[in-house]
């Protein structure tokens, strides 16, 4: 009896058991490498420029633009977060001082029994005041618990964010000579892996770009509105509008709108209508005024796809997924036109 081919399957078999062993051993740094990579493609002619004005040392070009990418996005990052944690800790220590609390229930309370548009739709005496206060400490109490997972959180998030920029300097200095030896042992024509890399930064450039901008800047104008038109943590609410306006057909208005209904029910009308105005006017006039051209023709996927590819992505990565989830759905769509590609006359003859 003879075996053919013992060393060829022996050879696969070690090699797959070797993979999955490095990928459970890089599974924790995963979505740091590929937000390395993501920065990688984004900032690659900054980086060029950098690398000619420093007479071609990589080191110091690929440091450089390390320094960049802190200044104009982490550190913007940290200081909304650091303004958003303050805000909260003020908040509920307001709350937790029962007088002031309850004074405020009962002003809101007045003025809801005395608005005649909300009495139309809801039965005004049974709001319970201290029910009221009850759940309202509740929410704070839960509201804290969060806050102290954040902060627990934090040595974890700047430890990944070390490892990324660790990884983004090595990305951008020896990028090229890794995308060669990746092509190299990928058995696809190189036309096909060029067409997978493509994809890979069109998808980032647009997610960030038509993402990301406008979030931050919807965000900025809801709680810049906010705080004009007097409502409480306008820092807060500007933090969520940008959570909001990550996700595809959810946007900003989704917070906008309702403060803006309820400010008008309470009674204070130029307040909502203050903040209606800049709803409608200008937060939602962002979105189709800014996306064309910061995104152009960098992404052809369906909205429907990147919304699913948003909220999968989000589910299965936690937040980096709101870009990993569509770039993995981009190289599917990718794959997908390779295929028909190179077998298209077959399924013609099978369709047929």
């Known amino acids: 009896m003879q075996l053919k081919s013992l060393n060829v399957s022996f050879f696969f078999l070690l090699l797959l058991a070797v993979g999955v062993g490095v990928f459970f051993i890089f599974q924790p740094f995963l979505t740091a490498i590929v937000a390395a990579a993501i920065l990688t493609a984004l900032f690659k002619r900054p980086y060029h420029f950098l690398e000619r004005v420093t007479h071609g040392s990589r080191g110091v070009s690929a440091l450089l633009t390390c320094l960049l990418i802190i200044a104009i996005i982490v550190a913007p990052l940290f200081l909304v977060l650091s303004l958003a944690i303050s805000e909260a800790n003020n908040l509920y220590h307001l709350i937790t001082q029962e007088s002031m609390l309850q004074t405020w229930i009962e002003k809101t309370l007045s003025v809801v029994r005395n608005t005649p548009y909300i009495s ?14 009850m759940e309202i400490k509740e929410l704070s109490q839960n509201a804290l618990g969060l806050l102290q997972a954040a902060y627990q959180g934090i040595t974890h998030f700047i430890f990944w964010v070390l490892i990324m920029f660790f990884t983004l300097f090595y990305f951008l200095i020896d990028g090229k ?17 060029i067409l997978l890399i493509q ?9 960030l770009k038509g993402t990301i901008v406008i ?18 943590s306008p820092a807060i609410w500007g933090l969520i509008m940008i959570i909001f306006s990550i996700v595809p057909m959810v946007g900003a208005t989704a917070v906008w709108l309702p403060a803006g209904i309820i400010m008008l029910l309470l009674g204070n009308v130029w307040q909502g209508v203050f903040v209606l105005a800049i709803g409608f006017g200008v937060i939602s006039v962002i979105d189709n005024v800014l996306r064309p051209k910061l995104v152009g023709q960098d992404t052809q996927m369906h909205p429907l796809l990147i ?4 909220l999968g992505g989000i589910a ?4 980096p997924g709101f870009i990993i989830g569509p770039i993995i759905v981009a190289l599917f769509m990718a794959l997908s036109e390779i295929y028909r590609i190179e077998f298209g006359d077959q399924l013609k003859t099978y369709n047929e």
């Open 177 to 193: 000579k890794m995308l060669h030896a990746l092509m190299g042992l990928s058995p696809l024509r190189d036309e096909h892996d």
């Open 199 to 207: 994809k890979f930064v069109s998808i980032s450039r647009a997610t």
């Open 215 to 232: 979030a931050v800047i919807q965000g900025f104008l809801g709680g810049i509105a906010f705080w004009i038109a007097g409502i409480p």
């Open 316 to 319: 299965f990565f936690g937040l």
């Open 120 to 133: 139309v739709f809801f039965d005004t005496t049974a709001f319970d005041q201290e029910r009221i206060i």
């Open 307 to 310: 919304f699913f590819a948003t």
